[in-house]
């Protein structure tokens, strides 16, 4: 009897071990991923906007930028960057230009 009672509390503690790793890897997971999503971000940024500031990233995932250069604001879809503009071994693709980004033309006082 006391056997059985320790294989069954043996058998709960693994099935909930189980459960923490598997949680583990899906946090280790989701942390990769955003990891390579903020890298890919910061990549468009260096190819498309060259002195810029980011200016606000709301709850839509819709980036604001300030471009210090052409004094315009930038709104970009995040989550349509990251589809987009994926990593190609080394080399970037191109983003097609006008699909993911609506230029505003900036009225607030320069900085």
């Known amino acids: 009897m006391t056997n059985s009672i320790k294989r069954e509390i043996l058998s709960a503690l693994n099935d909930e071990t189980k459960k923490v790793i598997s949680k583990l890897q ?3 997971n989701l ?3 955003l990891s390579d999503e903020k890298k890919t971000l910061e990549q468009y940024l260096k190819d ?3 002195n810029h500031e980011i200016v606000d990233l709301d709850s839509d995932l819709k980036i604001k930028i300030y471009d210090l250069t ?5 709104v970009l879809d995040y989550d349509k960057i ?3 503009y994926k990593v190609d071994t080394k080399k970037y693709e191109t983003i097609k230009k ?3 980004s609506t230029r505003i033309t900036w009225s607030g006082a320069d900085k």
């Open 26 to 28: 899906q946090t280790n």
């Open 31 to 33: 942390i990769k991923q």
């Open 48 to 50: 498309n906007v060259n």
């Open 70 to 74: 052409s004094k315009d604001s930038i």
């Open 82 to 84: 990251i589809t987009d």
């Open 98 to 100: 006008g699909t993911t």
